[in-house]
């Protein structure tokens, strides 16, 4: 695919979002903003653990991208759907809303995150509608894989995990002859 026919794609799905939420009215600009409002910080936030040295989340910043091609790649489906604003959308946002205050007054930032991706359904549904939230379920639910885990969390699933390996490692390397010693999930020679 040429790089002009690539730009004039991405700009008919561009003027397709805009003109869906010119139908939903002055209210979709306000959601959409209130987004960015309440977001800002938690997204720098997750930004610095994408690129955080010792991370687990290196792999954040292409999720969006790969849930975008996923969206791209079903553009022709998604164009034959109708487009029919739901209002169970404005709900979620709502609760979203009232979630993200019990987050920030709780100074509890992990659940801003997950619940940023639950803003984005509401979203779809308030503009796109059922359907095409529908069709857009799985590149949705896929942007789940971008928010960070607190280390605490990473921790409880992982620790037996790196027991278990250590163990593995240290009995294939016993037969060698080696003189190792297992501490937990560290192997040292003595």
């Given amino acids: 695919m040429a790089a002009g026919n690539l730009v004039e794609e991405i700009s008919d799905n561009l003027k397709l979002v805009v003109d869906a939420v010119k139908r939903a009215g002055p209210m979709a600009w306000a959601l959409i903003g ?15 653990a994408w690129f955080r040295e010792d991370g687990y989340y290196t792999h954040g910043p292409l999720i969006p991208l790969v849930a975008g091609w996923m969206v791209l790649t079903n553009k022709d489906r998604l164009a034959r759907l109708p487009i029919k604003p739901n209002w169970f959308g ?42 095409i939230t529908k069709a857009l379920l799985l590149p949705w639910a896929f942007l789940f894989f971008m928010v960070p885990l607190p280390d605490a969390v990473i921790d409880i699933f992982t620790y037996q995990l790196r027991i278990f390996v250590t163990a593995a490692a240290v009995h294939l390397v016993d037969p060698l002859g080696w003189a190792i010693v297992k501490s937990g999930n560290y192997i040292y020679y003595p």
């Fill in 90 to 131: 404005l709900v979620i946002i709502v609760l979203c809303s009232l979630g993200f205050l019990a987050s920030t007054l709780c100074h509890m930032n992990p659940p801003k995150y997950f619940i940023f991706v639950f803003y984005i359904l509401g979203l779809m549904l308030l503009l796109f509608g059922t359907k």
């Fill in 34 to 48: 209130l987004m960015i409002v309440l977001y800002i910080n938690p997204a720098q936030w997750i930004w610095r």
